[in-house]
């Protein structure tokens, strides 16, 4: 399990677990060791381009990706 957790501005957390620190932060090059990516929709919507082409390329050859939606401050 990979996990990218933003810390302030371009500053993200990378913890992994069956995984080095190094695949956690280059985790979106190799999507194809994935089962399944679980994005925050902030987070997807701040990521580049590639990343996204990236992603949608690994849906279509079986990625499954569970997409969050943000949520609600009182």
């Known amino acids: 399990m990979i996990s990218r957790t933003r810390v302030g501005q371009d500053r993200f957390r990378f913890?992994?677990?069956?995984?080095?620190?190094?695949?956690?932060?280059?985790?979106?090059n190799n999507l194809s060791a994935m089962d399944v990516l679980i994005l925050d929709s902030r987070e997807y919507a701040e990521l580049s381009f590639s990343a996204k082409e990236q992603i949608r390329e690994s849906v279509q050859n079986g990625l499954d990706v569970l997409l969050r939606s943000p949520g609600v401050e009182e």
């Open 15 to 28: 913890d992994a677990i069956n995984a080095s620190t190094g695949q956690a932060e280059s985790f979106i």
